[in-house]
């Protein structure tokens, strides 16, 4: 089993519609839990974190977590062309160690 | 601006000639990773360093070596370089204060012929 699992998709979701990604994890020590956004050629950038059980919200962005399941999802409302790009879970398994998932693309179509 | 930088973005080389990719940021972080990432294959950490001369395997560390002689450098060196390494590389910078968040370099496309 991988350490971090997503769908990679792609996930096609309607200009405007709500936008669910989703995460698995085996890590249960696992403590910090994040989303990046990739676009294609570029970097990961960093979208949201999330620390404690419960949802969290930034804009359009809600993050959600469930350590008892061991997912943790990202909601993205109103969703625009703009959000199209591939989208990775990491999560922080030591003091050191970041895991990244392999990613889900994500196409919001007009 | 708070950045980490990262060169060359682009290289193209032969089997077996020694390479080296520069990575720099000037947010005095202590920890400093490198990455590659390859299609279905995510991130993959290949060294890190938690601090000036502390460095320490990642995931995939074969066929590459690092060092951390100054805070703000990390450099990545392929001593001979072999096409299974051709992949797009991504150094990255963090502290363990404000959530862990980490900054990424633009990255470096490298083919190996």
């Known amino acids: 089993q991988k350490e971090v699992e997503q769908n990679s998709g792609p996930l096609s979701v309607p200009e405007g519609a709500i936008a669910s990604l989703n995460c698995t994890y085996s890590?249960?020590?696992?403590?910090?839990f994040f989303w990046y956004r990739q676009y294609s050629g570029k970097s990961p950038e960093l979208i949201m974190s999330?620390?404690?059980?419960g949802d969290k919200e930034d804009g359009r962005f809600t993050a959600q977590l469930n350590k008892a399941s061991q997912y943790v999802s990202l909601l993205i409302r109103d969703s625009q062309p703009s959000d199209s790009a591939t989208y990775l879970c990491?999560?922080?398994?030591?003091?050191?160690?970041?895991?990244f998932g392999s990613g889900t693309r994500l196409s919001i179509r007009p | 601006e708070a950045q980490v930088t990262q060169n060359p973005r682009y290289l193209i080389t032969v089997t077996g000639k020694k390479l080296t990719v520069t990575c720099s940021q000037n947010?005095?972080?202590?920890?400093m990773s490198w990455y590659r990432q390859d299609p279905g294959l995510g991130l993959r950490q290949i060294y890190y360093?938690?601090?000036?001369?502390?460095?320490d395997k990642g995931d995939v560390p074969e066929g590459y070596k690092v060092s951390r002689k100054e805070k703000r450098n990390f450099p990545l060196i392929l001593e001979s370089p072999s096409p299974n390494q051709t992949s797009l590389y991504f150094c990255?910078?963090?502290?363990?204060?404000?959530?862990?968040?980490?900054?990424f370099g633009p990255g470096t496309r490298l083919t190996v012929l």
């Open positions: 360093s938690m601090n000036v001369e502390v460095t």
């Open positions: 999330i620390y404690s059980n």
């Open positions: 990491a999560l922080g398994s030591s003091a050191s160690k970041i895991i």
């Open positions: 890590d249960r020590g696992s403590q910090s």
């Open positions: 990255a910078s963090r502290t363990p204060a404000g959530g862990n968040e980490q900054f």
């Open positions: 947010m005095n972080h202590e920890y």
